[in-house]
């Protein structure tokens, strides 16, 4: 059974970054931008999905302000792919929205424009998982990888004056 954990050591969140990115090269790559991440990581809230004591997959979340967060980095081995463990993360996700009153949550993604087949899987589980595409930004990585940004709306009730 897959079960998610909240992961609070930086160094775990960095090892667990490495050996997941680092074993799926048709997503991530190369070796140098997964280092960078890994670090970037260390300081972001980081949750670690598991089949018993094996880490089989993590999402790292990226603050932007009190009402958005980003799934900065997601990454699930490919054996465990279907399996359910992404959904867990992505719901982990956004109950720490939720919790913080946080409105949206935002994913970036290689856009069909580009036809890559991974990224094809890519788009359909953020589907599945209820994140609807608002825009391609032709310019964002580079002109070869247009990224379709996709938001969620979490029911998390922003605090604000008017509350």
């Given at each position: 059974?897959?079960?998610?954990?909240?992961?609070?050591?930086?160094?775990?969140?960095?090892?667990?970054?490495?050996?997941?990115?680092?074993?799926?090269?048709?997503?991530?790559?190369?070796?140098?931008?997964?280092?960078?991440?890994a670090m970037l990581h260390r300081n972001?809230?980081?949750?670690?999905?598991?089949?018993?004591?094996?880490?089989?997959?993590?999402?790292?979340?990226?603050?932007?302000?009190?009402?958005?967060?980003?799934?900065?980095?997601?990454?699930?081995?490919?054996?465990?792919?279907?399996?359910?463990?992404?959904?867990?993360?992505?719901?982990?996700?956004?109950?720490?929205?939720?919790?913080?009153?946080?409105?949206?949550?935002?994913?970036?993604?290689?856009?069909?424009?580009?036809?890559?087949?991974?990224?094809?899987?890519?788009?359909?589980?953020?589907?599945?998982?209820?994140?609807?595409?608002?825009?391609?930004?032709?310019?964002?990585?580079?002109?070869?990888?247009?990224?379709?940004?996709?938001?969620?709306?979490?029911?998390?009730?922003?605090?604000?004056?008017?509350?």
């Amino acid at each position: 059974m897959i079960t998610v954990k909240k992961i609070t050591s930086e160094n775990e969140k960095e090892k667990i970054t490495l050996d997941i990115m680092g074993s799926l090269p048709e997503w991530f790559s190369p070796p140098e931008d997964i280092a960078a991440k890994a670090m970037l990581h260390r300081n972001m809230p980081f949750f670690a999905a598991f089949d018993g004591d094996e880490c089989i997959g993590f999402a790292a979340l990226k603050i932007h302000n009190e009402y958005t967060a980003e799934i900065y980095n997601l990454g699930v081995l490919k054996k465990y792919h279907r399996q359910g463990g992404g959904h867990l993360l992505t719901m982990a996700c956004i109950e720490f929205c939720r919790a913080r009153g946080m409105a949206f949550l935002t994913v970036k993604t290689l856009d069909g424009s580009a036809e890559y087949e991974p990224y094809e899987r890519t788009r359909a589980f953020y589907k599945k998982e209820g994140f609807l595409p608002l825009e391609v930004f032709h310019d964002y990585w580079n002109e070869d990888n247009p990224c379709l940004f996709l938001v969620k709306v979490t029911g998390g009730v922003c605090k604000n004056e008017n509350n």
